[in-house]
C-alpha cells in the first residue's frame, strides 16, 4: 500500500487533508481518503504523512499488503508502535505475512515539537467518554499540562450502521448537540472531525475489531500542530476485556513522539463512571448514550433501547435516577429489564450490574439480571457486523 | 499502613530519602524503606510522597490492609491508576479484586514535571533494556529532547532480605562497571538507585508477578526532578506478553502529573533483539542477563536457564565469540540438559531452536527438543496437581 499526494485543501468553511491510497498486492482501485474540520478549528490541523499511518495499516493487514509505504517522515516511536500493533493484531485475528514492511519516503525522524502541545481528549457526550473528561479535569487543576483543554468528536462515524439516511443524520446531530454541551460546561473547546476512512473497508465488525482506536489516532496525528496527547475512553474493565479496535494495549501504540494516544479509564465498571458522573449534574442534562432513535427534541436518550436501560440502571445502582435527566423515560422495573433483550456481546456490561443490586439489596432486579444473563449464554452468537446486532434497529427493545 | 518521618540526607557518600512504613492490619514488622543514589544526584533526590505510595501500594493490598495513610500530598491520577493496576493484578492472580483507601495528609494535587526533567530508561544490562538504549540512540541522536538522557539502574531490588548484604553491593559494583562501559562514549548518564522496597514482602513470586514495575518507579518518583518520561523495556514482543508485574497495562499506571512511564519495545521477540544488538558491540561484550548472582569477577553465572538461554541465542547470531560477560564460552548440550524445565516461556525456547537451526547448529537441537519435551511433561503435571495445591 502507497499512501501518497498528501495535501491540504480548503473550501466552503471546511478545511479537509487529504491523501491518496494505493493498493499494491490487492486488485482495488486507488481511494481517497480524507479528514475534514471547520475552518475555525483548523489552526494546527496540518497534511502529514505520518498521521495517514495508524488509519491505514489495519486496512493493509486485513487485504495481505506486504508492505505500508508513507510520504513524508514518520517517526521512529510511531514506526515502532505500528508494528507492535501489526503483531498484536495479526496474534489476535491472524495475518496473511508474517511481518508487514513499514516505509517512509523522507525516512524516520521525530521532529521536536515546537511550544507545548495541549491536552486533548475524543468525546461524544456518553458515560465513558465524559467520565474520562471529568476525571481529568478533578484530577489536574487549571493550567496543569495534563488538564484536557480540547475535547474532539470524530462525526458520522456510525452513519452506515443506520437504517435510513435520516436516521443517520438524526442520530449525527444528537451526538454534536450532546458532545458540544458537554464540553461547553467543561469550559472546553469541541472540534469536529469529519472523514470518510470508515468507506475504505465497511462493514462495522472491521471497525470495531481492528480499526477503531487507529482511527482516532490518526485524527490526533492530524492535530499534532496544537495537541500533545488524546484520550481514548476505555469501555471495559480486566475481567472482560477481548480483542478490539480500541483496546489499552493497541490504543498507546499509535502514539509518536510529538502526540501520546493515552487508552483512559481502564478497570472501572460502567455503575462506577455513572456514579462518578452523577456528581456533575450540568453534564447529566447533555449525557448521550443511546443509539436508537429518533429521539424527540428536549432529550438525547429514548430511555428503552438496551444501552438506555443499561445506563438508567446503572443510574439507579449509584442512587442518581432521578438526575438522568437527558432521558426521555426513566422507569427501570425488572419487567422491563426481562422484556429487552442483549447478547452475549453487551451480556459482561451487565454483570457487574446484577452484583451492585445484590449488594443494595434490589434482588428483584438482580435476578431478571441474572436471567437474562443466563438466556443471553444460550442465544447463538451473532457477529456484530450484520446490521441486526448494531445501530438503530437492534437497540430498540 | 501508615506512612509517615520523610528523612532525606547524604550518608556513607550517597544521597537517601527514607520513611517508616507501619502496618495497621497486618501484624507485620515496622520497617524503614530507603532510596539511595549517588552523591552526584543529590539535589535531583526528593522525599516525594509518590515514591512512598506506589511502594507500599501493592504489599498494604496484599496484606490486607483496609487503608494507607501518607504524610504529604499525592497525585489524584496515581492513586486512581494504582486502584485499576491493583485490579488487573488481582484478577491476573485470580482473587476478588479489592479497594485501598489512600489518605494523603495534604490532600490530592498533582506535581508537575520540572523544567528541564528529561526522558530516561532502566538499564539492567539485559537484552530488553540494552535494545531500548540501542534503538534510542539510533532513532533520536545526542542532543535530540528526547534521546535517553538517563538510564537508571536498580540495585537492591534482585536480592530482598539480603539487599544491603556486602556480596549484594559487589554484585552490583561489578554490573555498574559493566554497564558503564557500555554506555562509555554516549551522552546517556548512569544513574543508579538502591532501595529496599522488598523489604515490605520478600516474596519472590509476589515480586516478579505484581512488585516488579512498582519497586522500579518507586525509586525513580524521588528522581522525577531529573525525568519526566520513564521508558520500561518490554520482555516480549506484542504477540506473546505475560502476566508479569511489568506489563504495558500495570507500567503506565505508575505514571504520576510529573512522570510519564511507558512499557516500550513490543515490536521485537528476543531473537530480533539480539540479532539487532549486534550493531552495538559494547552492549553484547557488557551484557548481564543472569537472575542469580555468581561469583567474582563475573556478573552471569553461565548455568542458570536465562544464561544458557541467552548463549545460545548470541551463538545462532555469531555474537557468542565477542562475549566476555559469561564464564563460558560457548555451550555444550549438557548444560541445556541440566535444565529442569521452562519457566513458562516456551516460545522463547522454540525461537532459539528455530534459529541454530537456521545457524546450522544441529548439535544443540537435540537437547532443546529435550528440553520442551520434558517442560510439557511438567506443566501438565502441574495442571492436573493445581486443583489440590494449597
Given amino acids: 500500500m502507497r499512501i501518497s499526494n498528501i495535501r491540504r485543501v480548503a473550501s466552503r468553511g471546511a478545511v479537509r487533508v487529504v491523501a491518496d491510497v494505493f493498493w499494491e498486492d490487492t486488485a482495488r482501485p486507488p481511494r481517497e481518503i480524507w479528514f475534514e474540520v471547520g475552518e475555525d478549528r ?41 508494528g507492535a500493533a501489526a503483531r498484536l493484531l495479526g496474534s489476535w485475528y491472524g495475518a496473511k505475512h508474517e511481518e508487514i514492511a513499514i516505509e517512509a519516503e523522507d525516512g524516520f525522524s521525530a521532529e521536536p515539537r515546537e511550544g507545548e502541545g495541549i491536552a486533548a481528549s475524543f468525546l461524544t457526550g456518553g458515560v465513558d467518554s465524559t467520565f474520562t473528561l471529568l476525571a481529568n479535569h478533578r484530577a489536574f487543576e487549571e493550567g496543569h499540562p495534563q488538564r484536557i483543554r480540547e475535547a474532539i468528536l470524530v462525526s458520522g462515524l456510525f452513519a452506515s450502521e443506520a437504517d435510513s439516511p435520516d436516521l443517520a443524520a438524526e442520530f449525527d446531530g444528537r451526538v454534536r448537540r450532546s458532545a458540544s454541551a458537554v464540553a461547553a460546561s467543561a469550559g472546553i473547546p469541541l472540534t469536529i472531525v469529519r472523514t470518510n476512512a470508515r468507506e475504505l473497508e465497511p462493514g462495522f465488525d472491521f471497525f470495531a475489531r481492528e480499526l477503531h482506536g487507529a482511527l482516532l489516532a490518526s485524527v490526533a496525528h492530524l ?3 496544537r495537541i500533545s496527547s488524546a484520550r481514548i475512553a476505555a469501555t471495559t474493565t480486566i475481567r472482560h476485556l477481548v480483542p478490539s479496535g480500541t483496546h489499552p494495549l493497541l490504543d498507546p501504540l499509535w502514539s509518536s513522539s510529538r502526540v501520546e ?115 443471553s449464554r444460550l442465544d447463538p452468537p451473532r457477529r456484530v457486523e450484520s446490521p441486526e446486532t448494531y445501530g438503530a434497529r437492534t437497540n430498540r427493545p | 499502613m501508615k506512612v509517615s518521618t520523610f528523612e532525606q540526607g547524604i550518608a556513607q557518600g550517597r544521597a537517601f530519602v527514607s520513611a517508616r512504613f507501619e502496618w495497621e492490619d497486618s501484624d507485620r514488622p515496622v520497617k524503614t524503606i530507603v532510596i539511595r543514589t549517588d552523591a552526584a544526584f543529590a539535589a535531583e533526590l526528593d522525599a516525594d510522597p509518590n515514591a512512598f505510595l506506589v511502594a507500599g501500594y501493592l504489599p498494604a493490598l496484599r496484606h490486607g490492609e483496609r487503608r494507607l495513610r501518607i504524610d504529604g500530598a499525592v497525585c489524584p491520577s496515581l492513586a486512581g491508576s494504582l486502584a485499576r493496576a491493583a485490579r488487573i493484578l488481582a484478577f491476573w492472580g485470580g482473587r476478588p479484586g479489592r479497594d485501598l483507601a489512600i489518605e494523603p495528609a495534604s490532600g490530592f494535587r498533582a506535581p508537575r514535571a520540572r523544567p528541564g526533567a528529561g ?5 539492567s544490562g539485559g537484552i530488553d533494556s540494552s535494545h531500548l538504549f540501542l534503538s534510542h540512540a539510533s532513532d533520536f541522536p545526542e542532543g535530540h529532547p528526547l534521546s535517553l538522557a538517563s538510564a537508571f539502574y536498580m540495585e537492591g531490588t534482585d536480592f530482598a532480605e539480603e539487599a544491603e548484604s556486602p556480596a549484594a553491593a559487589a554484585y552490583s559494583a561489578r554490573v555498574r562497571q559493566r554497564l558503564e562501559a557500555m554506555l562509555a562514549g554516549t551522552a546517556t548518564r548512569l544513574v543508579p538507585v538502591w532501595t529496599n522496597v522488598r523489604a515490605l514482602d520478600p516474596d ?43 506489563h504495558p497495562l500495570i507500567d503506565p499506571c505508575f505514571s504520576t502529573g510529573a512522570l510519564r512511564v511507558s512499557h516500550v519495545g513490543l515490536r521485537f521477540s528476543r531473537g530480533e533483539k539480539i540479532a539487532r544488538l549486534s550493531a552495538w558491540p559494547a552492549a553484547v561484550e557488557n551484557l548481564v542477563v543472569c537472575n542469580y548472582r555468581p561469583v567474582e569477577p563475573w556478573v552471569n553465572c553461565g548455568v542458570c536457564e536465562k544464561c544458557v538461554a541467552t548463549m545460545l541465542e548470541l551463538t545462532a547470531f555469531g555474537l557468542m565469540g565477542e562475549n566476555r560477560s559469561f564464564p563460558f564460552p560457548e555451550v555444550l548440550p549438557e548444560r541445556i540438559d541440566r535444565i529442569r524445565d521452562v519457566i513458562g516461556v516456551g516460545h522463547v525456547w522454540r525461537n532459539i531452536r528455530a534459529a541454530l537451526a537456521r545457524a546450522g547448529r544441529d548439535d544443540l537441537t537435540p537437547s532443546i527438543d529435550a528440553l520442551l519435551r520434558r517442560t510439557a511433561r511438567r506443566n501438565l503435571a502441574r495442571r492436573i496437581l493445581r486443583p489440590f495445591r494449597p
Avoid at chain 1, 443510574?315 to 438522568?324: I, K, M, V
Avoid at chain 1, 443490586?357 to 437474562?372: D, E, P, V, Y
Fill in chain 2, 204 to 246: 519472590t513470586d509476589f515480586y516478579a508477578r505484581e512488585l516488579l514495575s512498582a519497586s522500579f518507579v518507586a525509586g525513580i518518583l524521588a528522581l522525577s526532578s531529573r525525568i519526566s518520561h520513564l521508558k520500561i523495556a518490554s520482555g516480549a514482543d506484542a504477540a506473546h506478553l505475560g502476566r508479569w508485574g511489568s
Fill in chain 2, 119 to 123: 526522558d530516561g530508561g532502566l538499564l
Fill in chain 1, 261 to 375: 494516544i493515552a487508552h483512559d479509564g481502564f478497570g472501572l465498571t460502567r455503575v462506577e463512571k455513572t456514579a462518578a458522573l452523577a456528581s456533575w449534574p450540568e453534564t447529566l442534562e447533555n449525557l448521550m448514550v443511546c443509539q436508537a432513535g429518533p429521539v424527540p427534541d428536549g432529550y438525547f436518550n429514548c430511555g428503552r433501547c438496551e444501552k438506555c436501560v443499561r445506563t438508567l440502571l446503572c443510574f439507579l445502582a449509584a442512587g442518581a435516577l432521578d438526575r438522568a435527566r437527558s432521558f426521555r423515560r426513566r422507569e427501570v422495573s425488572p419487567r422491563i429489564v426481562l422484556r429487552g433483550r442483549f447478547d452475549s456481546e453487551v451480556a459482561n456490561q451487565w454483570r457487574p450490574l446484577r452484583k451492585a443490586f445484590c449488594r443494595r439489596g434490589l434482588r428483584a432486579l438482580s435476578a431478571a439480571i441474572a436471567l437474562k444473563l443466563i438466556r
Fill in chain 1, 223 to 225: 492535530l499534532a500542530g
Fill in chain 1, 42 to 82: 483548523a489552526e494546527g490541523f496540518a497534511p502529514a504523512g505520518e498521521a495517514f499511518l495508524p488509519v491505514c495499516l489495519p486496512l493493509a493487514l486485513r487485504q495481505g499488503e506486504r508492505r505500508i509505504r508513507v510520504e513524508g517522515r514518520v517517526c521512529p516511536g510511531l514506526r515502532d508502535g505500528a
